[in-house]
């Protein structure tokens, strides 16, 4: 789960991380009034949304005019933003961060995420702030700077010297040194305390004033672990989430919208790639990931079958199920149920595989409906192709 800035900024202050003076605005008259109140030299007012690129596109900009916040919040609220992680499609911009400017001396990038290779919360730093870490990875990798923290010990003081000093602070500003140690704790406290998957400062300043501000904020939140925390399910903006993956959690599904033709409905998240990938390579393109999970029955096949159907560009369905736990032919006759009980308007392949298959296989053959019944994967891929044609 994603929040916007402004919210990021909200938990920074929470814990101890320092950050401008700023407001989340939804109309131009909020904006005069916050703008008067904050009485700053420099106004920064930003476009809240779940992407990154948001400056290139026009989303994030600067006046020294305090009549001004008005307009430029008039402007950018209800624009759609079109970065390179929004997709063509882009986001409507339904809220803004007005907030104080800062005299920057320096940008630096720090966050701190779970490193898959050791399992263990890690540090990544660079005198690179501003940049797309990614961009910093690949053409400069020797400024990319790693602190490895072991759970069971936590956060020590020489884990945020080991940063500030790979850094260069102490050339740098010395003065600024005990703080940013200070900060990494309440970074790593916030990190483990929220059950967050990432949290990112990019760029983190040193100011002329010689004082650290966090002057952009990223946090995002293991799905797993955001029951545990009230506050941080309050923040979800479902403005910023696809309809169909909202209905689908309501439901129970795990799905991810995807921009191909071909409809899939799969038990297991494996299994779930395996048949992305086999679509792709008979020569279409799968419209999205959908786990119906180990217990698959006529409801949520059902309620699978709505959202696959909702989706305008699904020409297609794939079933894919391997009865393990639950046995194939009651895995069919959910699929029979849910079938009349939903309008199927598109081309439906069905492949089941495991316990009572051969049953199971063939109650949908004699079930009377308009669906086509496979034995392994790669039949059911090329069925289903063939049935519509390959992706454009």
């Known amino acids: 789960m994603n929040v916007h800035e402004f919210q990021a900024k909200q938990l920074f202050a929470q814990f101890g991380v320092p950050v401008p003076r700023g407001k989340e605005i939804t109309s131009p008259e909020a904006a005069a009034a916050w703008a008067s109140e904050l009485n700053t030299p420099v106004f920064v007012v930003k476009a809240q949304i779940h992407a990154g690129g948001r400056g290139k596109a026009g989303g994030v900009k600067i006046t020294k005019e305090k009549g001004a916040v008005a307009g430029i919040a008039k402007e950018l609220i209800g624009k759609t933003l079109i970065t390179h992680q929004t997709g063509p499609k882009g986001r409507k911009v339904h809220r803004l961060l007005l907030e104080e400017g800062a005299n920057i001396a320096k940008e630096l990038y720090l966050s701190i995420l779970v490193d898959r290779d050791t399992g263990w919360p890690t540090f990544i730093a660079s005198t690179e702030g501003g940049m797309e870490i990614e961009e910093v990875a690949e053409k400069t990798p020797e400024k990319i700077i790693k602190e490895a923290i072991d759970p069971a010990v936590g ?55 010689k004082t650290l501000v966090a002057l952009d904020g990223k946090v995002s939140f293991d799905d797993n672990g955001v029951f545990k925390h009230d506050d941080v399910q309050k923040m979800r903006d479902l403005n910023e989430e696809d309809p169909l993956e909202i209905e689908a959690t309501a439901n129970n599904l795990n799905y991810v919208k995807l921009d191909g033709n071909i409809g899939c409905m799969v038990n297991g998240a494996g299994l779930a790639m395996a048949t992305m990938d086999v679509i792709k390579l008979a020569g279409s393109e799968p419209a999205n990931f959908l786990d119906v999970g180990g217990g698959a029955t006529k409801d949520t096949v059902a309620a699978g079958f709505r959202i696959l159907l909702k989706d305008p560009n699904v020409k297609g369905i794939f079933i894919n199920i391997f009865g393990g736990i639950v046995r194939c032919e009651r895995i069919a006759h959910g699929v029979i149920e849910a079938a009349k009980e939903v309008k199927i308007t598109v081309p439906l392949v069905v492949r089941l595989q495991g316990t009572n298959a051969d049953e199971g296989r063939k109650l949908l053959a004699e079930s009377g409906l308009k669906l086509e019944v496979a034995n392994d994967l790669w039949e059911a891929a090329q069925k289903i192709v063939k049935l519509t044609g390959k992706a454009a």
């Open 155 to 209: 956060f020590q003081g020489h884990n945020g010297r080991n940063v500030a000093f790979a850094l260069g602070l102490q050339a740098m500003e010395p003065a600024v040194i005990n703080p940013f140690v200070q900060m990494l704790g309440n970074l790593y406290r916030l990190f483990m305390e929220k059950h967050a998957a990432l949290v990112e400062i990019n760029p983190l300043i040193i100011t002329k004033e």
